[in-house]
């Protein structure tokens, strides 16, 4: 449902922008090229430097489409047709000019390839060579003639006065032996023999032919309903028709071409043949009314009647018209760039459309106040750009929510084995030594906070027993204060309380007003009942977000430049909240410094245990870039290592643990500094007590004791992991 609803947001809105309208409601939003080319589209690849299509269409399904979008793109269709049939022509649509062709009627012939064409000729009499175009146009002219001929009384002895042509007139004598041969090929007559052999057969072959005008006649024909064919059904002006003597030869040559008449002859027989064709248009114009013609039409009922009596047509049309039924499952959908600015592009050069970029587009328009993306801003701002953020958040959760199903649901449900139970594999290969999971990855399932649709709740114990469930409480903090020796840190956590609070406290000068003067509490005993006054971390849950940021930023190495992009402030913002911190927390500089030199200097860095990373990059003085990654690495690496060490060592005490092999539990898996375990119901609480004295006690096979206590939070009374977080 919430899917659903996201999709409709963002296909609403985009169907009210300018271009691309109902088209808006079929936008295939896991497509990354159709998002591509609607956003970004028209902008230049940075690898080709070639101006990307800013208009494209695609071909959709017409099952994958929803009713309101089939039926509003009919319509948009329908009218837009009225209006550029009234305005005779107009832009032609959204694609405009250049797409017209494409828009028009097509008939059945448009639908048959050149084999069906061709067997359709030969059953005609017709000629069976050139291209599918000039087959298609010698087929319609054919059935279209008959079709007037019938409606207007008009019969083949009617066309006498247009001279039918002899035999003699095919200039057999003129054409070379390879041309005469291939004439024999086509009509299926012998190819032995001389040149005058093939003449005689040739003559011989057309005599035959009932009657002998029959080729000629529907040739003339053919000519004919080209010049009424629905586009073109004005007669030409008669000064054409008396003009003839006037004109050059190369003209009178040339106008015998494009009626369709043959260009051989002396220059009388020429103009004699051009009055004469110019006279019978003019004969079929008169006996049939222009406005009352539809070659459509026409040519639909004629294919009709005549497949009646003839197998063959009738084969044809039946596979013709599977084959229109077929094409009525698709629909063209045609997608114009709305013409933004692309903000990171791919190792091709392309716009990237992946979910930062689309959420760097959102930003958070719910949030309060709203932090509004770059979309707020092309869209003009105000209620327009609100509304574009709104939309683009919507997108990024639907990305989000498929994501989920496909990582999450889809994928676990294959993997598990008959007892409905799922198997991971754990490795040792990262960077930093910590565990990684795969086959599933059981690692990467949805924080609490983020898991909207409970999917730990499908991870449960088998019947009769419960999960313990137990994590360490800011280890990473904690490894970083004591690595440092951080007085102020340190001393934090010995009082306890929210780490990330008191960071507020220290970061925000209004912040540490409203604590002196009573408004909010910074810690509370909740033993004693609910607080008198409103906590922090929910009076400036901003705030202490932010400062929660900055803590972990601080153990990872991230820049100024990282923190601005995370909170939406600029460089020099981030710059002055992070030298404030460490105003306060000066050895946690100096312990960074010297271990960034250690790694330029020696190329590694070591973790608690010792275990150490090698850097090479370090000590590349010509490349600051990788000398930057790698110092950001010489400095993360010792606290998600060590952090590492420690969650390693409490697994081994919880495994070799006698207590825990008496009571029955078993460990099942670790999930970086959190470890989950299955047991008996009944000897739970006795198991998690000691489950917390292995965690908070690791220290063995080399691990020294932190300058500051370990913390672990966890439960033993639930019988799945969402409940039990």
């Known amino acids: 449902a919430d899917r659903k609803q996201h999709i409709e947001t963002f296909l609403k809105w985009a169907s009210t922008k300018t271009g691309i309208g109902p088209y808006g409601l079929a936008l295939n939003l896991a497509s990354s090229v159709q998002l591509c080319t609607y956003l970004f589209g028209g902008c230049v690849n940075q690898k080709t430097k070639e101006k990307t299509e800013d208009v ?255 197998e063959v047509l009738a084969d044809i049309l039946r596979e013709v018209k599977a084959k229109t039924e077929e094409e009525s499952k698709w629909v063209d959908v045609v997608v114009r760039s709305i013409g933004m600015e692309p903000i990171k592009f791919t190792a091709g050069g392309a716009p990237s459309v992946t979910a930062d970029v689309l959420k760097k587009l959102a930003g958070d328009p719910y949030e309060n106040p709203p932090k509004y993306g770059t979309a707020y801003e092309f869209f003009g701002g105000g209620d327009a750009g609100h509304e574009a953020c709104e939309a683009f958040y919507s997108l990024t959760m639907v990305g989000s929510i498929d994501t989920m199903i496909a990582n999450f649901l889809t994928s676990l449900q294959s993997l598990a084995d008959e007892q409905s139970r799922v198997h991971c594999s754990l490795n040792l290969n990262t960077d930093t030594g910590r565990l990684s999971s795969r086959m599933p990855n059981l690692q990467n399932q949805p924080a609490l906070e983020k898991d909207k649709y409970k999917i730990r709740k499908s991870f449960e114990a088998s019947p009769g027993n419960n999960l313990i469930v137990a994590d360490y409480g800011q280890l990473e903090l904690r490894l970083l204060a004591s690595m440092t020796k951080c007085t102020s840190m340190i001393e934090a956590f010995e009082m306890g309380g929210d780490f990330h609070s008191r960071t507020a406290l220290g970061m925000f000068d209004y912040i540490q007003k409203a604590v002196k003067d009573g408004e909010c509490l910074l810690e509370w005993d909740y033993s004693k009942g609910e607080p008198p006054k409103p906590m922090l971390k929910d009076l400036y849950a901003s705030e202490r977000r932010k400062a929660k940021t900055l803590n972990f930023s601080i153990a990872y190495g991230k820049t100024a430049h990282g923190l601005s992009q995370d ?156 409940d039990a977080k």
């Open 56 to 310: 494209r269409v695609f071909r959709v399904a017409r099952e994958e489409m929803s009713e309101e979008a089939y039926k509003a793109i009919r319509e948009w269709e329908e009218e837009e047709k009225k209006r550029n049939e009234e305005s005779g022509g107009g832009e032609g649509g959204v694609l405009g000019d250049e797409n017209d062709a494409e828009k028009q009627q097509k008939d059945e012939f448009d639908f048959m390839n050149a084999s069906q064409l061709k067997r359709i000729c030969k059953e005609r009499n017709l000629k069976v060579s050139g291209k599918k175009e000039e087959l298609q146009e010698r087929l319609r002219g054919h059935f279209l003639a008959a079709a007037t001929t019938s409606a207007t009384s008009l019969h083949p002895e009617t066309m006498t006065s247009t001279s039918p042509k002899t035999t003699t007139e095919h200039d057999f004598k003129k054409m070379l032996k390879k041309d005469l041969t291939d004439l024999c090929k086509e009509h299926q007559l012998k190819v032995s023999g001389n040149k005058a052999d093939l003449i005689g057969r040739l003559e011989e072959y057309f005599d035959s032919i009932e009657p002998p005008q029959q080729l000629e006649v529907q040739e003339e024909k053919e000519s004919i309903m080209n010049k009424l064919s629905p586009t073109n059904l004005s007669p030409p002006p008669l000064s054409s028709f008396e003009d003839y003597d006037s004109m050059s030869d190369d003209d009178i040559r040339d106008a015998c071409t494009a009626r369709g008449v043959p260009d051989t002859g002396s220059r009388k027989t020429l103009i004699n043949r051009l009055r004469e064709d110019s006279a019978f248009v003019l004969e079929i114009l008169s006996a049939s009314s222009p406005k009352d013609y539809d070659g459509y039409q026409n040519l639909a009922a004629q294919l009709e009647k005549e497949s009646r009596k003839d």
């Open 567 to 722: 909170w939406g402030v600029s460089q020099q913002e981030a710059q002055d909240m992070l030298q404030k911190w460490y105003d306060s927390r000066p050895e946690v500089l100096d312990w960074q410094d010297q271990t960034k030199a250690n790694a330029r200097r020696f190329g590694i860095t070591r973790t608690l245990m010792g275990r150490y990373r090698q850097l090479p990059d370090a000590m590349d003085k010509k490349n600051w870039r990788n000398v930057g990654r790698a110092e950001r690495a010489s400095i993360n690496t010792p606290i998600q290592g060590g952090a590492a060490d420690v969650a390693m060592m409490a697994m081994i005490k919880i495994n070799d643990s006698p207590i825990l092999k008496k009571l029955g539990w078993i460990l099942l898996l670790q999930i970086h500094d959190e470890v989950i375990l299955e047991g008996p119901e009944e000897t739970a609480e006795e198991a998690f007590e000691e489950v917390i004295k292995c965690m908070e006690n690791p220290w063995v096979y080399g691990l020294d004791k932190t300058a500051v206590p370990l913390l672990v939070d966890g439960s033993y009374i639930h019988k799945n992991w969402y």
